[in-house]
């Protein structure tokens, strides 16, 4: 595996996913390795073996990790600890600056949470705080969201608390509803938005443009994307 050079002042990513890893592409295809890039990403930790992500991650001679089988088993207070050791010590030794939730399907512990504070984002198919939560992940998103009848739905990217799909709101962006949607249709349309807010969001907090203020908001230096008009041109009219 080539390992590519990086200066300290590199901004260093680690991605949590579960399933495809498309958002992770995303980041990939965004911020491609090379000596001196500014956003460097620079570890996968995958929630179970086998899942395409870990492909992705090694077409790109991205380290990737899984979480070991004994973690994944039914909680108890020291499995929990177990997690924890094994995430803050694969974080800390890829030394990074910010850790991404992306399709990432356990509950972080609390501990990890704590000490990234301010430095985990996660990315949510739907527009907080509805349509969140425990059980709320997936295809399960999207069926709530038609089932509810709502006629706007979108993309959620916050910074991680110790709830699920809770934290504070970095950026959203809607994405309507077509009359005959299902889950899958629905699923795409938000996808291809998560695909580009995200790396939008990692680049503003790689440059300082965003950060979490002690007040427990964002605070925004650059105005939220002046200018930008990707969603309205590409969705949304029947
Ligand atoms: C995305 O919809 C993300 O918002 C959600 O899980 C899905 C993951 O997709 N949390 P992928 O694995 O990035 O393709």
């Known amino acids: 595996m080539t390992q590519v050079e990086r200066p300290s002042d590199t901004y260093r990513v680690a991605v949590l996913a579960s399933g495809s890893g498309s958002n992770f592409q995303a980041l990939?295809?965004?911020?491609?390795?090379?000596?001196?890039?500014?956003?460097?990403?620079?570890l996968l930790i995958a929630s179970r073996p086998g899942i395409r992500a870990i492909e992705r991650a090694e077409s790109r001679n991205v380290r990737a990790v899984v979480l070991p089988d004994e973690l994944r088993l039914p909680v108890?207070?020291?499995?929990?600890?177990?997690?924890?050791?094994f995430l803050r010590s694969e974080l800390e030794s890829a030394e990074v600056d910010l850790v991404v939730l992306a399709g990432y399907l356990r509950l972080v512990p609390s501990e990890v949470v704590r000490t990234y504070w301010g430095r985990m984002i996660n990315i949510h198919p739907a527009l907080l705080p509805a349509f969140g939560g425990e059980g709320l992940?997936?295809?399960?998103?999207?069926?709530?969201?038609?089932?509810?009848?709502?006629?706007?739905?979108?993309?959620?990217?916050?910074?991680?608390d110790e709830e699920y799909d809770r934290g504070p709101i970095i950026a959203q962006w809607p994405v309507p509803v077509k009359r005959d949607d299902d889950p899958r249709s629905l699923a795409?349309?938000?996808?291809?938005?998560?695909?580009?807010?995200?790396?939008?969001?990692?680049?503003?907090?790689?440059h300082g443009w965003v950060e979490l203020g002690e007040d427990g908001r964002p605070r925004w230096r650059r105005p939220w994307f002046a200018g930008e008009r990707f969603v309205l041109e590409s969705v949304g009219r029947d």
């Open 188 to 206: 795409a349309r938000v996808l291809e938005v998560e695909h580009w807010i995200l790396p939008k969001v990692v680049e503003a907090l790689a």
């Open 137 to 160: 992940y997936g295809h399960h998103v999207h069926e709530a969201v038609l089932e509810s009848g709502a006629r706007v739905s979108g993309v959620t990217v916050h910074f991680v």
């Open 28 to 42: 990939l295809d965004r911020f491609e390795r090379a000596a001196g890039a500014t956003v460097d990403i620079s």
């Open 76 to 85: 108890r207070e020291a499995r929990i600890a177990d997690e924890a050791a």
